[in-house]
């Protein structure tokens, strides 16, 4: 199982760095583009803002120096996320981004680049050099007043032409000198754009736990009843059985946190993953030591543990999700950072949503009643809430 891991870790490494058209690109994300399509404004403040993460990201580098660990991450991921707002701008205006980009690359300065002519026909790949390539601080300033100069775009003119000319040389120039690799971050622009505003295909969402005996897989279906005593403890009973520790809140100002292994179940019955719910029922992987180890063991707990926490402070200050249906985004990317390294990472951030929005729904209910019975079916990946 842990060889079979890591060959798909290998293989989606390649699949990322493999090149990809813009044409690929642009039917990818062209459903994940929820804004106004008759208003450009909220696109061109997008890409200014994106644009004004990159620079954030090396002011923080230059700044921070070999401190900043994330910095190389960041600057893909906003690479990605101006490409978006690009793309989507291009729709909006009705100009093929593959053209865009070919008129750039046929410039005397990119006569250098690898594969330039994949770009003509629409494949971003590497960019290797230019002879004349400016430090990596003028090529984003370079990329900031390219994207200013954008702002009072309205409809396609020559002006706005030459604009999205200068914007894509300034992009690739930056991407050069940022070290970044242009298909590795379309591709993961790509999953990260569809991931969070498409609904997942169940078949193709990850199980984690499958290929193991019955006495290692989280159960398919589990009702789990809250009880609370009147020392105000609430304590845990899965088939009739008690399981964990009896929890308070502890804290001065009760806020109902002792009722939070409802978030274990949740992302039991809706990622399948849950290292705290293992631990509980003592269905651990062990028959492979190395997922035993490195994905049920003390620190893949201590993570669960900690985002929980972490979630529910913020959780804390929006009436615990009772309202919008939805999840920041900025709140969903702190999550896939939280589990970087472990399986549940490739669960998509609308998946990780619905675990929070559904778990909190659940909670809400046994808080209000002071207990009650959990019930996760992992098979339909939900979790509801019913009354002892």
């Known amino acids: 199982m842990t060889n079979e891991l890591s060959s798909v870790g290998q293989q989606e490494k390649k699949t990322l760095m493999s090149s990809i058209s813009l044409r690929d690109y642009m039917r ?13 404004r909220p696109v061109l403040l997008g890409l ?13 580098h230059h700044r921070e120096k070999e401190a900043y660990v994330g910095y ?29 980009f070919s008129d750039v690359v046929r410039q005397d300065g990119y006569n250098q680049i690898t594969a330039a002519g994949d770009i003509p026909e629409g494949t971003v790949s590497h960019i290797s050099s230019f002879d004349k390539l400016s430090n990596h601080s003028e090529t984003l300033l370079n990329l900031g007043e390219a994207t200013a100069a954008l702002l009072r775009v309205e409809e396609l003119s020559e002006q706005t ?33 569809r991931g969070r505003f498409l609904d997942p295909v169940r078949s193709r969402l990850p199980t984690f736990d499958s290929a193991f005996p019955d ?5 398919q279906h589990f009702e789990i009843r809250f009880r609370q005593r009147k020392s105000g403890q609430s304590y845990l009973q899965w088939k009739g059985v008690f399981i964990g520790e009896p929890l308070t809140d502890n804290i001065l100002a009760p ?4 009722f939070h292994d409802v978030f274990h179940f949740a992302y039991a019955a809706i990622l399948h993953w849950s290292p705290v719910f293992r ?12 997922i035993d180890e490195a994905q049920d063991g003390g620190r893949a707990i201590a993570i669960e543990e900690g985002l929980t926490a972490w979630i529910f402070s913020c959780a804390k200050h929006l009436n615990f999700f009772d309202g919008p249906n939805l999840i920041s985004f900025d709140m969903l990317k702190t999550v896939q950072q939280f589990v970087q390294g472990y ?36 098979a339909a990946r939900t979790i509801e809430y019913k009354l002892m």
Not at 168 to 191: C, E, P, T, W
Not at 215 to 219: K, S
Not at 279 to 290: E, H, M, N, T
Not at 346 to 366: H, M, S, T
Request: proline share 3%; charged share 30%.
């Open 28 to 40: 990818e994300i062209e459903l994940t583009d929820k804004l106004p399509k008759d208003d450009v």
């Open 48 to 60: 200014f803002g994106e644009v004004g993460g990159i620079l954030a990201a090396a002011k923080k």
């Open 72 to 100: 190389q991450q960041a600057l893909e991921e906003e690479f990605g996320d101006v490409l978006w707002y690009f793309a989507t701008l291009c729709r909006r205006l009705g100009v093929n981004i593959e053209t865009i």
């Open 161 to 193: 032409q030459k604009r999205l000319l200068s914007f894509s040389d300034n992009y690739l120039q930056a991407l050069q000198a940022a070290k970044v690799n242009f298909a590795k971050i379309v591709r993961m622009n790509i999953r990260k754009a």
């Open 215 to 219: 006495e290692e897989r989280l159960p």
């Open 255 to 258: 806020d109902g946190y002792r």
């Open 279 to 290: 631990a509980l029922i003592k269905q651990k992987r062990k028959s492979d030591p190395k």
């Open 343 to 378: 399986e549940v990472e490739a669960c998509p951030l609308n998946l990780w949503e619905r675990a929070i929005l559904d778990g909190y729904k659940v909670f809400r209910q046994v808080r209000g009643n002071n207990g009650g019975i959990v019930v996760g079916n992992r």
